[in-house]
């Protein structure tokens, strides 16, 4: 299993930015994906899950209305669409595979992340 983020940089606030997460190594269509973050200093955080079939999201409280999760399966990628940034936002960005059909599943692989930071 392979998971490799990419599309993160440096946007001022109120900026947008698109992640991917391109995936290998496993049927990408069948299992839910997250996307989580860690800030400097700080925990890890879930940001935002879609389920495998009905493509059902689910997103923190953080960062819903901004952030939009989506996946191509005939790509086997993932997507975070974020608008509205915010300095909170900065922080590396981690795409992680369930071990189930929902996002919500323990996550058993990580991606080794893409620095996303939201400075004027």
């Known amino acids: 299993v392979q998971l490799v983020e990419s599309g993160g940089g440096l946007v001022q606030p109120g900026g947008s930015l698109t992640l991917s997460c391109a995936a290998s190594?496993?049927?990408?269509?069948?299992?839910?994906m997250s996307w989580v973050r860690q800030a400097p200093g700080k925990e890890l955080e879930w940001v935002s899950g879609?389920?495998?079939?009905?493509?059902?999201?689910a997103y923190a409280d953080s960062v819903k209305g901004r952030f939009t999760i989506y996946r191509d399966n005939p790509k086997s990628t993932l997507y975070l669409q974020m608008n509205d940034l915010k300095p909170d936002d900065t922080a590396v960005y981690y795409c992680t595979k369930s071990s189930r059909t929902t996002w919500d599943g323990r996550s058993n692989y990580w991606g080794k992340g893409t620095l996303v930071n939201v400075s004027s």
């Open positions: 879609v389920n495998s079939g009905n493509g059902r999201t």
């Open positions: 190594g496993f049927t990408f269509s069948i299992y839910g």
